[in-house]
């Protein structure tokens, strides 16, 4: 309780501005005290605006007021001092660097807890009491501490700028309504305060409602996701199951043929041994018959020749060799010729089977077409960076730039044997493949006479041979566009369509695998369709480039 008083008394004997006991107390005309060096400080930093207030009640005096020393006051702050009571307590809010400091302190500044937009003033704890407790001051606008109140101040007329013009979208103050701004669509700051207010509730609500359905949106993909990831888990589980029922059936055909093989070889085997064995002993039989014959040829004595003779056993009937048909030496090979027709006829079907699968699972679309881009900047969003695979270039192509650049050379470089080089065609294709939705563009340079072909490709396009069929744009795995110059063909499956367009040095492509769009752009300062494709593709795509005259250039583009 002691303490208490103590503090209360501090606080009445300390000066508002400077928070300190008073020093040489004088008096105001309004009755508040404050240090004599404090107010005059204070009265000296304000004296340009040509009037004087006090810092606790604001009230103004003009002139400025003679201040005379309160004798009582000072009186007692000196007994006080004798009793104990020192300085004010440390300040424990003193503002930092980063802080708005209280206006009205002096000396040590007090961090603003509040700043008036009536006052233009920030107030620490202790000064702010007036404005709390002051009935004219309890109208004041209240807001959080800010450094900008000076901004609230018109440069011109020095007055609070409490108008704003919507003709020039300023605020101004009341002297600049009616004079620069008096033929303009002025209101009061409030009013437009207002006005804007009530746009920004409409526009936050348009944001949470947006919000709240792209989350639905969102969660609605979520969901998807999980459909598309379970449907695909189950599609692989099921299909390994079949498969691996296959290959035990394709096991069992296996075993099926090669226990019989075995049996129909022990059983010709076993008829093949039985003959031989009968032949075998027919051999003994006749060697024996040849024997006795002999015996009975060398007897010379002619009446026991003639007497044994009659007793000669006849000779069995023979199973000569002419009657032993034995097929041509093929024995088994048919059933492998069989078996590999099998094999033929099941690759045809894993074939077919394979490239109608492929097309179910590119129709796997759970997103609706999303609008074709229409400008460069569009088609940028899906720019992807193309190179070529060195293992698909002709020994003629001379690859740079990180493998973007493609140069036609007289001679052949020292590329090694790769099987998926083009041998004949000088072309290559990019090592990545070209799937979803993909941009890129090719910067082409074409002499008189020659052609740089840009292409899309399926990977199991033909390279080796110099059939036309294995030229892009000369089959069902490839479209082409050829660039002459100044004019451009379409090509697919060897028809050929003119193309119109400006001429430019540069092709852009873009593709939409699900979707089954190709097309094919000239780029210029602006961009032109110079031909679409509608179609449905099976497999990944590959871009591709081709040229054919030596000195002709062709380099995929860096487009981020």
Known sequence: MAQQEIQLDRERFSCSICLDLLKDPVTTVCGHSYCKSCINTHWDNGEERGSYSCPQCRQTFTPRP????????????????????????ADYCSAG?????????????????????????????????????????KKHKLVEPSEKLQENICSRHDEVMKMFCRTDQQCICYLCSVDEHKDHDTVTAAAERTERQREIRRRRQTIKQRVQDTEKDVK????????????????????????TELIHLLEKRSSDVKQQIRSQQETEVSRVRELQERLEQEITELKRKDHELKQLSDTEDH???????????????????????????????????????????????????ETEILQIVSQVDVLLPQPEPKTRADLLRYSQEITLDPNT???????????????????????????????????????????GRCYWEVEVEVKVGGAVRVAVAYKNISRAGNSHERL??????????SCYGNSFFFHYNSIRTPVSGPESSRVGV????????????????????????????????????????????AEFCKLK
Request: aromatic share 8%; charged share 20%; with cysteine.
């Open 97 to 137: 660097s980063e802080d708005v400091a209280c206006d009205v302190c002096t000396g040590r500044k007090r961090k603003a807890l509040k700043s008036c937009l009536v006052c233009l003033a920030s107030y620490c704890e202790n000064h702010l009491q007036h404005h709390l407790q002051s009935a004219p001051l």
């Open 220 to 243: 609605l993909l979520q969901q998807e996701e999980e459909a598309v990831n379970g449907s695909a888990d189950k599609a692989v589980e099921d299909s390994e199951e079949i498969f």
């Open 393 to 435: 270039a002709h020994r003629r192509m001379l690859l740079s730039e990180g493998n973007r650049k493609v140069r036609l050379m007289s001679e052949e470089q020292s590329y090694s044997d790769h099987p998926d080089r083009f041998t004949y065609w000088c072309q290559g294709l990019s090592s990545e493949s070209v799937t």
């Open 510 to 553: 873009y593709l939409d695998h699900s979707a089954g769009v190709l097309s094919f752009y000239s780029v210029s300062d602006t961009m032109t369709l110079l031909h679409k494709v509608q179609t449905t593709f099976t497999q990944p795509l590959y871009a591709g480039v081709g040229i054919y005259y030596p000195g002709a250039t």
């Open 66 to 89: 003679v201040l005379e020393k309160n004798t009582m006051l000072a009186d007692l702050v000196e007994e006080l001092k004798k009793t104990g009571l020192q300085a004010a307590p």
């Open 472 to 481: 892009f744009g000369y089959n069902d795995k490839s479209w082409s566009l």
């Open 303 to 353: 009446n026991q020749f003639l007497h044994n003779y009659p007793s000669l056993s006849p000779l069995s009937e023979s199973t000569h060799s002419s009657s032993i048909r034995i097929r041509p030496l093929r024995n088994f090979e048919d059933v492998t010729a069989a078996v590999s027709q099998v094999r033929g006829r099941l690759q045809d079907i894993l074939s077919e089977t």
